[in-house]
């Protein structure tokens, strides 16, 4: 949405929110490119229709996010990409949506896949019976789900997450939760899913689940791998395809 031609906004309880939310998506969209000036903060006050006290607690909230930078007598301007906190949960949305050249998906498989093969390793050393029972739990309900793509989809992150904990990795699985979420809700990651490409998806689960069970780290780590990276590969091709 663009700054200058944007609609009137709602007025929410925190007018900031919407300040912040169109001020981050002009700049991860690139129409307010890196290096730019953003607007003086009596300009932001017009077009928003906010106080000044709301503009300044955006713009800091913005700095702190790495998107802009302000500097006495120089105003404030967008700051370099590489200076974006991708795994601020605002910035990270802006940059899926606005993500044509499927970049920033590709950087979060590869984040996601390089934990969960390291998780899984670990997990297959040390996970007790108990734990082992709970992944077994997991994979039957992923069993009698495997005709309803929608509800598969949900006990997928659930089955994923019985590995994670496992693992004992807490650091490593609060990264994989503040990110993948936002990937599941992308179309360009998780577009409509058929029945088959389900069948082919719990066939991994299968076999991340055996390699588990026979206490096989390098082949638990092949085959998180292999179901990860696969099935992503396969959809990016697929939407490339179309385009």
Same mark, same amino acid.
């Given at each position: 949405m663009s700054l200058v031609n944007a609609p009137a906004l709602p007025r929410p309880s925190r007018l900031g929110i919407a300040v912040l939310e169109t001020l981050t998506d002009?700049?991860?969209?690139? $129409? =307010?490119?890196?290096?730019?000036?953003?607007?003086?903060?009596p300009e932001?006050?017009?077009? *928003?229709g906010v106080s000044r006290t709301v503009v300044?607690?955006?713009?800091?909230?913005?700095e702190e996010k790495g998107l802009i930078r302000a500097k006495?007598?120089?105003g404030t301007t967008v700051a370099p990409?590489?200076?974006?906190? =991708? @795994? /601020?949960? @605002?910035?990270?949305?802006?940059a899926i949506r606005y993500d044509e050249n499927l970049e920033i998906? &590709?950087?979060?498989? &590869?984040?996601?896949?390089?934990?969960?093969c390291l998780?899984?390793?670990?997990?297959? @050393?040390?996970?007790? /019976?108990?734990? =082992?029972? /709970?992944l077994r739990a997991s994979l039957e309900v992923l069993e009698s789900l495997r005709d309803d793509p929608d509800r598969y989809l949900v006990a997928d992150t659930e089955y994923h997450d019985v590995i994670l904990v496992s693992s004992g990795n807490q650091l490593g699985r609060s990264v994989i939760r503040s990110i993948h979420p936002f990937a599941r809700a992308s179309t360009r990651y998780n577009p409509k899913v058929e029945v088959a490409e389900i069948q082919i998806s719990h066939k991994g689960h299968? $076999?991340? *689940?055996?390699?588990?069970?026979?206490? /096989?780290? $390098?082949?638990?780590s092949q085959a998180m791998y292999q179901h990860i990276m696969g099935s992503w590969v396969e959809r990016k091709n697929a939407r490339l395809l179309k385009n």
């Open positions: 002009n700049i991860v969209s690139g $129409e =307010l490119p890196p290096g730019s000036t953003l607007p003086t903060n932001l006050c017009i077009a *928003f300044r607690e955006s713009l800091k909230l913005m006495q007598g120089q990409r590489n200076q974006w906190n =991708l @795994l /601020d949960p @605002l910035v990270l949305q802006s998906l &590709d950087n979060l498989i &590869d984040v996601r896949v390089s934990l969960e998780m899984v390793k670990k997990a297959a @050393l040390t996970m007790t /019976d108990e734990q =082992l029972g /709970d299968v $076999e991340i *689940f055996d390699r588990i069970a026979a206490h /096989d780290e $390098e082949g638990a």
